[in-house]
């Protein structure tokens, strides 16, 4: 709100309660969120601590800001993300498979076939999903899938049949 000579003004105090910097010559107003002890406030200490920036090379091999949100395993709401890399040659319907496979196993798990596998990345790290499986052609082939760990960016293959466990097996890993 602003009084008549449009500085700002603030209902309870009547005063301006902007700042001029010196530095940058110009004018704002404070502010701080502070909120009451509780899950409002652990929540907000969580995400503060785990949003992170990093550049990232894009599919071209361009670096691009990434947003990733380091959330611990144990606190990511999506644990695992599943992705069949085409919309055809038997990929979707393996991908489905294991993603019902995670379902059965209790794991929070996510399947998306929408856009770029790249995107796909970028989104679950926005998320803070721990852990991508990607299935390719290789897994039609060698029934072998790509498992991407979220902060080291590594991938490794695995078998099929394997990776419920592996990922039960980091989940217990991180709550340790």
């Known amino acids: 709100e602003s009084g008549p000579d449009g500085k700002s003004k603030y209902v ?6 902007s700042y001029f910097d010196d530095q940058t010559r110009e004018r704002f107003v404070p502010h ?7 899950c409002d406030r652990a929540t907000l200490a969580f995400l503060c ?8 090379p894009d599919d071209k091999g361009n670096m691009q800001t990434r947003v990733v949100l380091k959330l611990h395993p144990k606190l990511a709401p999506i644990k695992v993300a599943v992705f069949p890399l085409i919309k055809k040659d038997g990929m979707p319907e393996k991908a489905a498979g294991i993603y019902r496979e995670f379902k059965r196993a209790g794991i929070a798990v996510e399947f ?38 979220r902060d080291t960016l590594e991938q490794i293959r695995i078998p099929v049949k394997d990776i419920v466990e592996h990922v039960r097996a980091k989940l217990k890993a991180s709550a340790d």
Do not use: F, N
Not at 32 to 38: D, K, R, S, T, Y
Not at 49 to 56: I, L, S
């Open 112 to 149: 998306d076939q929408q856009a770029a596998i790249g995107r796909r990345y970028r989104r679950m790290d926005e998320i803070g999903t721990p852990y991508c499986v990607t299935i390719d052609s290789e897994t039609m082939s060698g029934d072998t899938v790509t498992i991407r760990d």
């Open 12 to 17: 309870g105090s009547g005063k301006d309660l």
């Open 49 to 56: 601590e785990a949003y992170h920036e990093d550049e990232q």
């Open 32 to 38: 701080v969120i502070e909120p009451a002890a509780g």
